[in-house]
């Protein structure tokens, strides 16, 4: 462990304004992603600024009928919130499949969109790894890819996103709204929160240098059957080889979304159209362009089955 120092942040401008006077500075709540990385030596903060006092952790109601969710509210909690559970049962259901009990009650809601990739190069220092060290190279291109993106890569990364809960944020279409260092606030579209790796994939986010998500805000209810299904290697506390959120409506109209596919949440608006007749016809507009690798080829007929099971007990 290197040395570091560490300060409580008083409010969310202040802790932005550290973190950029801070070079090297990183923001810490439930720690369930950093922790690990420091570890390791794949993140070496000097300066770490505790957010866990600002008072970010209120589901609230707003006046125009959206639904309010504190950076700092607790997976299990935002989980197990009543209006979730009744008007945005996607996104339950997708934090309910992700991780463990235990790191639900540590992990944050602003926590779980920023976590980084759990691509095995990544993780292993020897490895070259341009998410790690801009420029290194790729050690997972040529490698084994079984779990890597199938859509959205580049020459310089082929990782995918690891949330759950990014993925049911996406198809509810959330906003999240951020402070900047400089003193004014944002709400960026959940849609361009996450970036595609081109050449710079160590850069997967449109926030700037210091600045902090403060809330996350669900739209107004779309009603329908909302539906999270994961499937991966092992029943529990495993990342998604193919997951598929979906809010579908009585005529067979619908939203779906992808995770596990992509180096973000994947969801492509237009491709939404052909979900009345049937998966295929989704699958083919959602993974156009597709470049999977002989490992993760597998992926490609899984979204097809994995969306179709969807539909069907949408049909009920």
């Not at 540590?106 to 801009?134: E, H, I």
């Not at 997967?204 to 059957?225: C, H, K, N």
């Amino acid at each position: 462990m290197r040395s570091f120092t560490y300060e409580r942040a008083r409010t969310p401008a202040e802790a932005a304004a550290t973190a950029t006077r801070r070079p090297g500075a990183r923001f810490i709540a439930g720690g369930t992603n950093l922790l690990d990385l420091m570890k390791l030596e794949i993140e070496a903060p000097t300066h770490l600024i505790d957010v866990n006092g600002l008072a970010l952790d209120r589901i609230e109601p707003t006046p125009d009928g959206c639904l309010r969710i504190g950076a700092l509210v607790r997976n299990t909690d935002l989980a197990a919130d009543a209006r979730v559970r009744r008007d945005y049962g996607v996104l339950s259901r997708a934090l309910l499949a992700g991780a463990s009990g235990q790191l639900r009650n540590k992990a944050t809601t602003a926590g779980n969109l920023l976590q980084r990739t759990r691509c095995p190069y990544f993780y292993d220092t020897n490895q070259p790894c341009n998410k790690r060290r801009p420029g290194s190279g790729c050690a997972a291109i040529g490698g084994f890819g079984r779990q890597h993106a199938v859509v959205g890569a580049s020459e310089a990364c082929i990782a995918t996103h690891p949330s759950d809960m990014a993925v049911a944020m996406r198809v509810l279409d959330a906003r999240v709204e951020t402070v900047r260092p400089d003193g004014p606030a944002r709400t960026i579209p959940i849609a361009d929160l996450h970036r595609l790796p081109g050449d710079t994939p160590h850069v997967e986010t449109s926030l700037s240098p210091g600045e902090l998500i403060t809330a996350v805000t669900l739209p107004r209810p779309v009603g329908g059957t909302h539906i999270y299904r994961k499937v991966r290697d092992r029943a529990s506390y495993a990342f998604a080889l193919v997951s598929v959120a979906a809010i579908v409506q009585r005529d067979g109209s619908g939203r779906v979304a992808l995770g596990g596919v992509a180096h973000k949440p994947w969801r492509i608006e237009a491709a939404e159209a052909a979900m009345p007749r049937g998966a295929r016809a989704v699958t083919a507009e959602l993974l156009s362009g597709a470049r999977p690798t002989q490992e993760n080829a597998f992926k490609l007929p899984l979204v097809e089955r994995t969306l179709g099971a969807v539909l069907t007990e949408a049909k009920g």
